[in-house]
């Protein structure tokens, strides 16, 4: 289990690159997170919700991804409430204070994933959420130790020196964590080293002799995790500039945005500028598509937008022309009016939407989670993707649909002058087809390609470069592989 001294250390990514590099050595290796809090969700053949670490872990691992994988996922709506996920369905909502009361109850549930992942594979490699050392929260705790101990798996605590203080991170947490817990941790990673390595071979070895772990390594900043999909929204930033960019694409950083990953592959493209735009900045006037993204809470963050301004900015953007995708939540507030009668995403209420879409929205209990296939309406571009939403939506716009599904059903909305399209599909970029027909009507060609083959060789590289940097023959004796079996398999 790589559990952290905080969020952000990069466990998943390490737990990314360690699933490819077993993989690639011959074992059938699963990920796993008992519980996870985020908005990124990915959906699994069955129709079950997951995060979307979780199914990039899957990816690593070469096999599709599962609702074990992540059994219990939260989805905040507020500041203090989150959507409770459980096995990929909805099990009502909760207040943060509630939910730590309710956690125990979901421990035989993760453990049941956990062994089901178990009896399909040779090694189950398994991520923590936050800080095991958050003793205040150890209580019924499903994440970190109270799952460690409940199926007795050995941990590594990983530190993140990036950010500062990790010697004083890894001993503290050595500090604090009772005695029962501190057993469960058998070494520890140094993560995000940027320089010359020797130069904290001190520091490694005071940790070692502060808490008697063993070191399993220190890894480098790592240039393949750059190009990774980011879990957290308040990460992401401006995208690098380069020359050959030749058109603009901006997306507002909603205040509860949510599978904000999908625009991955446009950020990949050499010939697009792309830009998530942070609270407090106008939308860009020289954008060439604004896309307006999904998110938790759609009556939220359609006040949120109305706060920003962005709703003038964007209605300036279609006056010079330009083109306003809108995805799910966005889709919906695109709309002339949407309504939470009985509180579906938060407290109960209505607005009028932005109006640039004769459609009219209706939040409702029953979520619609599935995988989707289809086509653009006209049926020129085929495409593959994902609906994870909440709401009905009808009105006169739907007579012009964005795409069609293979089962002949429309989907969204085009205004009457084509300009703003709205869609309930999420994945719609990871395609090279349908990314390249957008990019075509903006003025560019798309060169990327297929976005899981891409990530496909990241996790290749970043196998590789785990390997350069960790004990992998440590690690492989502390999950129960002997380092002969890794050699032999490789």
């Known amino acids: 289990m790589i559990q952290g001294c905080g969020s952000d250390v990069g466990k998943s990514v390490l737990v990314a690159g360690l699933c490819r590099f077993f993989t690639n050595r011959g074992f059938a290796v699963r990920p796993f997170k008992p519980q996870n809090m985020s908005n990124n969700a990915a959906v699994t053949a069955d129709g079950g919700e997951i995060g979307r670490a979780q199914a990039l872990q899957a990816l690593a691992c070469r096999v599709p991804p599962t609702v074990d994988m992540n059994p219990v996922l939260l989805k905040p709506q507020s500041d203090t409430g989150a959507q409770v996920i459980v096995r990929g369905r909805v099990a009502g909502s909760s207040q943060a ?3 730590q009361g309710q956690k125990a109850d979901l421990l035989p549930v993760v453990i049941q994933s956990f062994r089901h992942l178990q009896a399909e594979s040779e090694l189950v490699i398994v991520e923590g959420a936050g800080s095991p050392a958050e003793i205040n929260l150890r209580d019924g705790d499903i994440a970190n130790m109270g ?3 409940a199926v007795d798996v050995p941990v590594v605590l990983v530190g993140d020196i990036d950010r500062g203080h990790v010697i004083a991170a890894l001993v ?20 995000k080293f940027r320089g010359d390595p020797s130069l904290f071979d001190g520091g490694r070895s005071e940790i070692v002799a502060r808490t008697g772990w063993r070191d399993f390594g220190m890894v480098p900043w790592l240039a393949a995790a750059r190009r990774l999909p980011a879990e957290d929204a308040v990460l992401m930033g401006t995208h690098q500039r380069r020359a050959a960019q030749r058109v603009r694409v901006a997306v507002p950083l909603l205040s509860r945005i949510a599978n904000f990953d999908e625009f991955d592959p446009l ?12 609270p407090g900045t106008a939308l860009p006037g020289d954008a060439d598509l604004i896309i307006l993204p999904g998110t938790k809470a759609t009556l939220t963050d359609l006040a949120f937008v109305r706060a ?16 306003v995708l809108g995805i799910c939540g966005g889709f919906q507030m695109l709309g002339r009016h949407v309504a939470d009668p009985h509180g579906v995403e938060g407290k109960p209420g209505a607005a009028p939407g932005l109006g640039f879409l004769d459609v009219e929205t209706v939040m409702t ?3 619609v989670v599935r995988q989707v ?3 653009l309406a006209d049926r020129s571009i085929s495409f593959s993707g994902y609906e994870i939403h909440s709401g009905r939506t009808a009105g006169l716009g739907l007579s012009r ?16 002058d084509g300009r703003v399209m709205g869609t309930y599909v999420h994945g719609l970029f990871g395609g090279g087809g349908l990314r390249a027909h957008m990019l075509e009507h903006l003025g560019t060609a798309a060169r990327a390609g297929d976005h899981e083959r891409v990530m496909d060789a990241v996790l290749d590289d970043l196998a590789q470069e785990l390997e350069r940097a960790l004990d992998m023959d440590g690690l492989a004796v502390l999950a129960g592989l002997s380092a002969h079996n890794s050699e032999r398999r490789a």
């Open 308 to 323: 920003q301004g962005w709703d003038i900015d964007l209605a300036a953007h279609v006056r010079r022309g330009g083109r």
């Open 267 to 278: 950020k990949e493209e050499e010939s697009v500028r792309f830009d998530f735009v942070p």
């Open 373 to 375: 296939t289809g086509h």
């Open 172 to 191: 503290g947490a050595h500090a604090v964590l009772a005695p029962a817990d501190r057993a469960m941790i058998r070494g520890f990673i140094v993560n």
């Open 365 to 367: 209990g029953d979520k």
């Open 401 to 416: 649909p964005f795409l069609t599904l293979a089962d002949g059903a429309p989907d969204g909305a085009v205004s009457t």
């Open 97 to 99: 204070h509630a939910y």
């Open 147 to 149: 799952f460690a101990r």
